[in-house]
Nanobody, 122 residues
Framework: VQLQACGGGLVQPGGSLRLSCVAS????????MGWYRQAPGYARELVAG???????NYADSVKGRFTISRDNAESTVYLQMNSLKPEDTADYYC?????????????????WGRGTLVTVSS
């Protein structure tokens, strides 16, 4: 199982980034997927989830600014991040998730793959 996130970088407040995560095998097509982030000194948190049929949900801190999407044919899940704030600075990871995307009560299914660092700073 491989989960590789990419697309992070340094961006000014108010800017945008699009993260991508490629999942090996049939992980993505069979499961709900989630984007998590972990800032220094903080626990990893779920910021967005998407079911296999495309239903989405978001943490309150990113609602209206982030958009999660998926391309099953490309085994890729995306996170479009707009209106970025300094508090969005973190390492971002994706994983298949089990549980309820509707309530955001989920758990990661696999070992964590490579994350991608997002730094929001002027």
């Amino acid at each position: 199982v491989q989960l590789q996130a990419c697309g992070g970088g340094l961006v000014q407040p108010g800017g945008s980034l699009r993260l991508s995560c490629v999942a090996s095998g049939s992980i993505l097509s069979r499961n709900s997927m989630g984007w998590y982030r972990q800032a220094p000194g903080y626990a990893r948190e779920l910021v967005a989830g998407i079911t296999s049929d495309g239903t989405t949900n978001y943490a309150d801190s990113v609602k209206g600014r982030f958009t999660i999407s998926r391309d099953n044919a490309e085994s890729t899940v995306y996170l479009q991040m707009n209106s970025l704030k300094p508090e969005d600075t973190a390492d971002y990871y994706c994983n298949a998730i089990m549980g309820s995307v509707q309530t955001m009560e989920v758990a990661p299914m696999y070992y964590w793959g490579r994350g991608t660092l997002v730094t929001v700073s002027s």
